[in-house]
Structures are given as C-alpha cells and as structure tokens.
C-alpha cells in the first residue's frame, strides 16, 4: 500500500464526512437510533445464511484469521504450516493470486440459499484481513477486481440474489483491518487520531450501500475501539434517515466497544449466540456449520460438521426464544460450496418446505419450552385465523403419546401435525394442566418428515 497516498487522501476525505448533513427523523445518538422500528421482514424471515469468502480461503488452514494467527498471534502451527509448505519470503497477499474464484458461479449460489429455505444472506464484503470482495476505491488494488477473481464478487452476488430470488441481500463489513498502517498508527495514538475511519471505514461503507444497496449491514471487528473512534451512530443517522436503503435496511449490535447486546437493530451479543430463553429484544445466533471455523478448512473432520439434527435444534430453538439464526458456510478459495455444506443447506430447505408455517412469520409464545417434555419448542402465529401454537418436538414420542404441560386446552382445542394428511389427533386433559396426545401408528414413509415435528395446536386459552 501507498502509505503517503493513503494519508493525503484520509485528509481529504476528513472535510467531506464532517460535512454531511445528518438530518431526518433520527439523530446521531443512541437514544435515538434505538426507537427505530425493526422492519418487519426481518423478524419473518428467521434463516439466513451467512458466506465467508477471502483470501483466507487460500490456506484454508485453522481459520478466516489465519493471517493474524500467522503474523500477528505468532500460532505455533500456523507458523509450522508456513514453514512446512511455503518457501521463504512467501507473503500473505501472495495468497491472493491463488483466490482464483474459477469456479464461483453466483446463480448457483444463489438458487442453493434459496432451496435451503433461508429468506436473506449476508455476504462478507472484507473481513479484518482488508481485502475488499469488491472493487473498492479506497482498496489500492487490494481487492477481487484487481487481484486474484479478477471479478466484482459482492455485485455478481448482489445481481443473483435480488433479481433471481426472494431473498434479501446483505454485507459483512469488517470495521477495522489487522495490519492496515492508518489504523495501526490510530491505535498507537489510543484512537485520539481518526485517520483510517475517514479514509477507509467510512468511505467504503457509503460505497458499498450507494453501489448495491443492500438490505443488512452487519458490522464486525468493532471491539478495540470505542463508537466514538468509528464514528457509528453517524452513520447509523445518515444509513436510517438518508441512504437508499433507509426503509428497509438492518443492523447489528458491533458499532464500538459495550455497544454490543446493547444497541443496534438487532443484537447478536457474541458468536454463535443462542441463550435458551426469551429475549426481548430482537437477536440473531450467527453460527456455523463447521463447528470450529467460519472460513473454509481443507483439514475439517466429519465429526466437525454439524448433523441436521443439531442444526435443526439450533434453529427451532432460536426462533422459539425471539431469534433468527444465521447459518454460515465457508466457501473454497475456486468458488465451490462442497457438497457436506450442499447435503446440509438442502436438508434444511426439506424440512422448512413441510414446516415453515412453524418457523416464517412466527413469534414467541407463552412458553419456548415444555413444561413436561424436554426438548419441545414453541412457537405462535397470532395472524392466522384461527391463532396456531406449534409445539416442535425434536424426537417422535415414545410409545405415540405427546405429553405438552404448557397448552391450556379448551372443548374447541384441536391438534394435527403440519404435513401430515390424516384427520387431527385424539387428546385428553392432563391434570393440572396441559394435554396428552395421542399420535396413530403412522408408517414412517407416511411422516412428512424425518426429522423434528411440528404439532399444530387450535383455540387454546393461552
């Protein structure tokens, strides 16, 4: 990078962002920006799929942040892989000429989330390595169109997605870089000095929402600075009052440091969050097939792979508690989804294409868990006429029997199973409360589905 360039253009660019004029409906405080109403298509969607994509898929070793495990945290065995397999003075932006995408086909992308059920992405358009998935201006060469792909990967990927599907397109952006110089001399200078924010952060966030207005902005690498340092709630107040995506776009929670799980338009509070219980407020488990890495790894195990059965639990569970569960697959650096990831994503678009009436459009009922049988999950559809409690069993009742605690039943009360074609089931009252279903000897080629039933439960009193 042209470090002298760089800094002449930060000054450049300082006079420009403090005199955009951040007028409207919300200012640029917290207290404001947090009376913003979620929009609504968010909290229906429930499933989106997260992609990692980078250079870091080059090594594919250990993780996305293989670069700073490699130069920065100095890990033993990334050090060893280096030593082992590359000759010396190998750099690491000597990878990016091997990220060679030949393979990336964004149509195929694209149809693959949408058949997998999931109602919005979110694309990383840099994570904290730099490298822009984009042509950016403010990248000096440091990005797909001018290294490696040779490609615009965030507007192939954007042109899919928006006019080949329903999904929402969203982007990753990693607020700071590892070993950009600008931030480095901000952090030496304790972030009293805001010379990578004007001439980096900011600039290619405009231009990332100006060029493909997208309908998610969700913000990472926030954490060693404060919101002040990153100028969030600014843009924030331009993004909600001005942008061309004002109406419909979404936030996270990773503006700064102690904004997180505490500010944004939904929170996500850490990685691969999912407390178990109702939260209020509206969150996201941003989480990942691969148990270990959300980047690809040519090394990861079967056993590192989670079962359609745990990503099902994870999602019931998710929406149940008043969360969407972002799913997350890691691409190889030739541009193909392999096919442990493909089983996954297609396994999860069967099981919603019997029940998604039970996970779309949905909100947290009375109770997320049975009070009698364990792992049992609710959730409610006060909109349908008349108003659904599903109870979402992740494994079939022994000896046919559905014992629920939770439902209180009236003479009305009537319990069928979401896709199944027989007639609605027999039940009686439990003492004190709740019911016992009783389920008919169904052949297990006549169940809708194989894994985690939906029982549809009408006109209860609560």
């Known amino acids: 990078m042209a470090t002298r360039s760089i800094i002449i253009l930060s000054i450049s660019l300082v006079f420009l962002f403090l005199v955009l004029p951040i007028s409207g409906q919300y200012a640029p405080t917290w207290d404001s920006l947090d009376k913003r109403p979620l929009p609504e298509w968010y909290d229906d969607a429930k499933l989106g799929i997260f992609i990692h994509w980078g250079v870091f898929s080059v090594p594919s070793f250990r993780s996305e942040w293989f670069w ?14 280096m030593t082992k397999n590359y000759p010396p003075g190998f750099t690491y932006a000597d990878f990016a000429k091997q990220f060679t995408a030949e393979f990336f086909n964004a149509l195929e992308w694209a149809q693959l989330f949408q058949n997998a059920g999931a109602k919005y992405i979110v694309f990383v358009s840099k994570h904290h390595e730099g490298f822009t998935n984009w042509p950016s201006k403010y990248s000096w060469t440091w990005n797909s169109q001018d290294l490696g792909p040779n490609r615009d990967i965030v507007g192939e990927l954007a042109d899919a997605i928006k006019n080949h599907t329903n999904l929402h397109f969203g ?12 931030y480095l001399q901000d952090k030496k200078n304790n972030f009293t000095t805001q010379d990578f924010v004007n001439g980096k952060t900011l600039p290619e966030l405009y ?57 944004g338009g939904f929170y996500t509070c850490s990685d691969r969050y999912n407390p178990g219980h109702l ?62 990831y493909q089983e996954r994503l297609q396994q999860m678009g069967s099981w919603l294409k019997v029940n998604g009436e039970a996970i779309y459009g949905t909100r947290p009922w009375t109770y997320q868990n049975d009070t009698v049988t364990s792992k049992i999950w609710y959730t409610q559809n ?18 046919y029997q559905l014992e629920l605690g939770a ?16 007639p609605a089931f027999y039940w009686k009252p439990r003492s004190p409360t709740g019911i ?13 589905c194989k894994w985690a039933w939906a029982f549809k439960l009408t006109y209860i009193n609560n």
């Open 436 to 448: 016992t279903v009783f389920l008919p000897a169904i052949n297990y080629n006549d169940l809708p």
């Open 171 to 182: 982007l990753y952006h990693s607020l700071f870089e590892w070993f950009h110089p600008l």
């Open 407 to 422: 439902p209180a039943a009236t003479v009305n009360t009537q319990v069928t199973l979401v896709g199944y074609k027989g």
């Open 207 to 263: 231009e990332l929402i100006n060029t493909y207005k997208p309908d998610i902005i969700w913000s990472d690498g926030d954490w060693e600075a404060p919101f002040q340092y990153w100028k969030s709630p600014d843009f924030l107040a331009w993004l909600y009052n001005s942008s061309p995506v004002k109406d419909t776009v979404v936030t996270n929670d990773r503006w700064g440091q102690s904004v997180m799980c505490q500010h």
């Open 382 to 399: 006060k909109k349908s006429n008349p108003a659904v409690v599903y109870a979402i069993a992740l494994s079939w009742p022994d000896s």
């Open 279 to 340: 939260i209020k407020h509206k969150w996201e488990n941003a989480m990942t097939i691969d148990r270990q890495s959300w980047g690809y790894r040519r090394n990861a195990n079967f056993q590192d792979i989670l079962s359609i059965e745990e990503l099902l639990e994870q999602l019931i569970s998710t929406v149940s508690c008043n969360g969407n569960m972002l799913m997350n697959v890691g691409p190889t650096s030739y541009g193909e989804i392999t096919p442990i």
């Open 68 to 81: 700073w495990d490699w130069q920065g945290d100095k890990d033993q065995d990334t050090v060893e892989f």
